[in-house]
């Protein structure tokens, strides 16, 4: 069983919503207080349906590795935009270009703008061409899915998770997050924490919030939002299911932003969320100052690998392909860096 199974909407959960508004502010500030992606809203605003016309989510089992990477290829180069050209420091500051990352397929060598898999330093990304201020809560390099990962305890001082500052993304112009992850212990009712989110003037995020007051949840529940940009409608997408995941399994979850009006979260290559932004598009003036991969409080102990940001947006078949690739690789221990 897929451990991200969508299962049905829970009726409770989105029925008692409806009828009893998230907290106000104030009475979450508290448990809110350094996770700013998170807001209570009053959920009186019904999102969209879950999309029904999600992919297939058929395991590609074992595909030889080579297969994989140049399906993914190929299904890259069919949808690539020009090259994003705020690219100064691709070159000249001594770090390996993205063809000898054997963890990114070949098709995406050129559209990975951040790379980061922990096998250097915690800090270190192995690509930085957006030039990213990259900053660490209490963290330790522990066993990763390739090589080392990033180890996030929950009873830390800094509670934060990667944050990558100083960008300067137009959201006329596509972005796509992506990060592997697993929980270090079980789930209980009241976990949540926190995956992906891109800030700028608003927020796009994505999360697991756990049973509490907030929108009056029962259960650990996927989440997605958009929040606070100018002339857009809010978005509090807490009508996707629950979101119980098993401990100490590899999990992938990607947040697109394309097209200047669309929001979309793959959990494992399946459409999770898809959100249509309504008011205005998105233009070259709204722009993503930072991202954050990883759980600030209220955390859950996880291990994040493999981080990326790519300018261009990704799909199912392109994800799921990669990862194919990627577990077969991490599977025989193929390291991070090959060649010279
Ligand atoms: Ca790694």
Not at 15 to 30: I, Q, R
Not at 31 to 58: E, H, I, S
Not at 175 to 189: D, G, H, Q
Not at 290 to 295: D, K, L, R, T
């Amino acid at each position: 069983m897929r451990p991200f199974a969508v299962l049905a909407l829970c009726l409770a959960v989105a029925g008692t919503a409806t009828f009893m508004p998230c907290l106000a502010a104030a009475g979450t500030a508290a448990a809110t207080a350094d996770v700013p992606f998170l807001v209570a809203v009053p959920a009186t605003a019904k999102q969209d349906a879950a999309n029904d016309a999600r992919p297939d989510k058929t395991d590609r089992g074992t595909q030889a590795i080579m297969a994989a990477t140049t399906t993914v290829a190929a299904a890259a180069t069919a949808k690539q935009e020009p090259p994003h050209e705020a690219r100064p420091d691709e070159t000249g500051r001594g770090t390996p270009s993205a063809e000898r990352c054997l963890y990114i397929p070949p098709g995406w060598a050129d559209r990975v703008v951040y790379y980061h898999s922990f096998d250097t330093a915690l800090d270190r990304p192995e690509i930085n061409a957006l030039g990213a201020k990259v900053a660490l809560g209490d963290a330790a390099l522990e066993a990763g899915l390739a090589g080392r990962g990033c180890r996030f305890a929950v009873d830390r001082k800094n509670k934060r998770g990667l944050a990558l500052a100083g960008l300067a993304l137009p959201l006329n112009r596509p972005w796509t997050l992506s990060m592997w992850w697993r929980l270090e212990e079980p789930m209980k009712a009241e976990s949540g924490f926190q995956l992906l989110s891109m800030h700028g003037k608003g927020f796009m995020s994505n999360f697991v919030a756990g049973k509490g007051p907030w929108c009056a949840l029962k259960e650990p529940t996927f989440v997605a939002q958009v929040y606070n940009w100018p002339g857009l409608s809010n978005v509090n997408d807490i009508y996707e299911g629950p979101a119980w995941v098993e401990p100490q399994v590899w999990h992938h979850t990607v947040l697109v932003v394309s097209k200047g009006s669309s929001v979309r979260v793959f959990w494992d290559g399946a459409l999770k969320a898809d959100l249509s932004l309504r008011g205005r598009l998105l233009t070259s003036n709204d722009v993503i100052a930072s991202a954050e991969f990883g759980p600030p409080s209220p955390a859950h102990p996880m291990t994040i690998d493999e981080v990326m940001v790519l300018d261009v947006p990704l799909e199912a078949d392109a994800l799921r392909d990669y990862m194919t690739a990627v577990r077969n690789l991490a599977a025989v221990n193929a390291p991070v860096l090959g060649g010279p």
